[in-house]
């Protein structure tokens, strides 16, 4: 089509991501726990998984999207439900850790 229509893509994954709900906790954590699941309390930075986020999921994204740079409009829409998690439930210990919302700054 002339003009090409606008892609849409939702991404999710950020670490530490629904710290509150745990119904659907993502794969990438600022901190593990011995038994791989995250650690939502820890405090710091969140920059180990913050890089692992990008080294390990964005990246991959991006490269795929270059493929397609010029050619189509592309959106790119960044956990659309796990935000207003993150903003409701900052009095739960595993939301509003330092961490955790790094995370979601980063």
């Known amino acids: 089509k002339s003009p090409p229509q606008l892609v849409v ?3 999710y994954d950020l670490p530490n991501r629904d710290c509150h709900a745990k119904a659907s906790n993502g794969e990438i954590c ?6 791989g ?8 930075d969140c920059s180990a ?3 692992e986020y990008s080294s390990e999921y964005i990246d991959k ?12 409009p592309v959106v790119l829409v960044i956990e659309p439900d796990s935000l207003p ?3 409701t439930n900052q009095a739960d210990p595993r939301c509003g850790s330092s961490a955790t919302m790094a995370a979601y700054r980063g």
């Open 37 to 44: 699941s995250c650690d939502y309390i820890k405090a710091g």
């Open 30 to 35: 600022c901190t593990y726990k011995e038994d």
């Open 9 to 11: 893509f939702i991404v």
């Open 61 to 72: 994204i991006a490269g795929v999207l270059r493929h397609f740079e010029g050619l189509v």
């Open 85 to 87: 998690n993150l903003s």
């Open 49 to 51: 998984g913050l890089d």
